[in-house]
């Protein structure tokens, strides 16, 4: 079992419409989860984090967090070509490194 | 620009040959962090220094693999008697201090293909 899953995708969604990213993370011991924008050939580029149980906004984005039932999701609201990229799932143990999911790749189609 | 740079940006050597990157990081941040990416994949960590200091080390990076800090601000990985499975985008990233919670922000990364 992967310590951090992510679905491949591709998400394809139309314009405007909500995307939802999914990630699920197996150490109980995570203590801070971020997601990462990775745009075709590019570096990871940090979207959000959140350390605690429920919802964090910052503008078009909400980043949730259940770490019951140790899921993290982001949801894309208003979701515009541009998004198109894969995101990328990481979650930090309280060790220095993060570790990744594989991502998700999304397209919003015009 | 006050982000972390990466140099070169991209490179293609002969197997066997050594290479070495350059990371400079955010200039405040004194953690800095190596990761390798393949494609279709999300980034792996290969270690990580507090300053000068290598605290961390992945059990992916082998005996080929050298990094160094050697002032506590720009890094070099070194890779030695390169291989075609060494062919990846290598990352490097830096933070702050502040605890277990602080934000890893990446460099554009170096492409590394191996002939």
């Known amino acids: 079992q992967k310590e951090v899953e992510q679905n491949s995708g591709p998400l394809s969604v139309p314009e405007g419409a909500i995307a939802s990213l999914n990630c699920t993370y197996s150490?109980?011991?995570?203590?801070?989860f971020f997601w990462y924008r990775q745009y075709s050939g590019k570096s990871p580029e940090l979207i959000m984090f959140i350390y605690s149980n429920g919802d964090k906004e910052d503008g078009r984005f909400t980043a949730q967090l259940n770490k019951a039932s140790q899921y993290v999701s982001l949801l894309i609201r208003d979701s515009q070509p541009s998004d198109s990229a894969t995101y990328l799932c990481a979650v930090g143990t309280g060790r220095r490194a993060l570790t990744f999911g594989s991502g998700t790749r999304l397209q919003v189609q015009p | 620009d006050t982000g972390v740079s990466q140099n070169p940006r991209h490179k293609i050597t002969k197997r066997g040959q050594n290479v070495t990157f350059r990371c400079d990081p955010i200039s405040e941040h004194n953690r800095l962090y190596w990761y390798r990416q393949t494609l279709g994949q999300g980034p792996e960590f290969l270690t990580y220094f507090q300053n000068e200091a290598q605290l961390e080390k992945s059990r992916l990076l082998s005996d080929r693999f050298s990094a160094e800090r050697p002032k506590g601000s720009f890094s070099t990985l070194e890779i030695q008697r390169t291989e075609q499975g060494d062919s990846a985008m290598y990352l490097c990233?830096?933070?702050?201090?502040?605890?277990?919670?602080?934000?890893?922000?990446f460099g554009p990364g170096t492409r590394l293909l191996v002939l």
């Open positions: 990233a830096s933070s702050p201090s502040g605890g277990v919670k602080e934000t890893q922000y």
């Open positions: 150490d109980r011991g995570s203590q801070s």
